[in-house]
């Protein structure tokens, strides 16, 4: 994956803009960004191979190649594509001030997020190429382009493709295993018990609970904890200079021996080995 950052003191004021794109190729797509957030951001992910499932807020959803998946800011998401098969194209948007929709969102937190773009996935795919490109080959005013290009994006979108959106189904009956997946979503970096933490929150049988977790998100709620803390150290790695012991014991984990073993066997590499390879394509960007 590369990733192309405008520099901040050419980012416009007051309007929704680009802060930074990237591209997943095949070969990179074995080196998952794990389950995390945004506070500020929007990303749109177009996907222009492959397929598998994306999980994003709530729920999983099947992706393939022509999708556009929406990650409002705030909202978790999690990618487990295929075969290393997928590529795609990812921008990140800030400023976004919708009528009726929170701030830095682009739908509404119950709609739909993965949109099947149809005969508007080529001049889609174009205008995320052009625009990546430009990034890429940094030509005069390429931060004045890439914003204008942003603006032709948004408003195909919400032309012809977001005001068909539907909304996201909710069982009632899986409220009580959705609240306590929330609130360890809040303390995910806490040291707590699962099993006292179901007893504690809700009268649901332990066996109930354990089977719709995994039926609901894919993964045990340990496994859930542990996706939740590596793609939070994933972006500590990125963005800050903390140490790998500080990273590891700020998400949760009382070892950072351990946290390497469980970080290497999700990611495919080591913390370091991470890091040196996102923070300079970062660097090159």
Same mark, same amino acid.
């Given at each position: 994956m590369k990733q192309l950052f405008i520099p901040e003191d050419k980012l416009p004021k007051n309007q929704p803009h680009i802060v930074y794109m990237s591209k997943v190729d095949v070969q990179d797509s074995g080196y998952p960004r794990t389950m995390h957030s945004h506070a500020d951001i929007v990303e749109l992910i177009l996907l222009t191979s492959g397929k598998g499932n994306v999980f994003i807020g709530e729920q999983y959803f099947p992706a393939m190649k022509g999708d556009l998946l929406v990650y409002n800011s705030q909202v978790l998401h999690d990618e487990l594509f295929k075969n290393d098969s997928v590529s795609l194209y990812c921008i990140g948007i800030a400023g976004l001030k919708e009528k009726h929709i929170r701030a830095n969102a682009l739908i509404t937190d119950d709609e739909q997020p993965v949109i099947t773009t149809h005969k508007y996935y080529e001049p889609l795919f174009n205008l995320f190429k052009a625009c990546y490109e430009l990034l890429e080959d940094r030509?005069?005013?390429? #931060?004045?382009?890439?914003?204008?290009?942003l603006s032709a994006i948004l408003l195909l979108?919400?032309? *012809? !493709?977001?005001? @068909?959106?539907?909304?996201?189904?909710?069982?009632?009956?899986?409220?009580?295993?959705? #609240?306590?997946?929330?609130?360890?979503?809040?303390?995910?970096?806490?040291?707590?018990?699962?099993? *006292? !933490?179901?007893? @504690?929150s809700s009268p649901i049988s332990e066996f109930y609970f354990a089977h719709k977790f995994k039926e609901l998100y894919g993964y045990t709620p340990i496994e859930y904890i542990r996706r939740r803390r590596i793609g939070e150290a994933q972006t500590l790695l990125i963005t800050t200079d903390k140490s790998v012991t500080e990273i590891a014991f700020?998400?949760?984990?009382?070892s950072s021996s351990y946290f390497c073993t469980t970080f290497k066997k999700i990611v495919d590499l080591t913390p370091k080995q991470y890091r040196i390879i996102y923070t300079e394509r970062k660097q090159d960007s």
């Open positions: 030509c005069v005013n390429f #931060e004045k382009i890439v914003q204008h290009i979108l919400k032309s *012809n !493709l977001l005001n @068909s959106q539907r909304k996201v189904a909710v069982e009632q009956k899986v409220d009580l295993v959705q #609240e306590i997946k929330r609130y360890m979503d809040q303390h995910f970096t806490a040291d707590f018990k699962i099993k *006292n !933490l179901q007893r @504690s700020s998400v949760g984990f009382n």
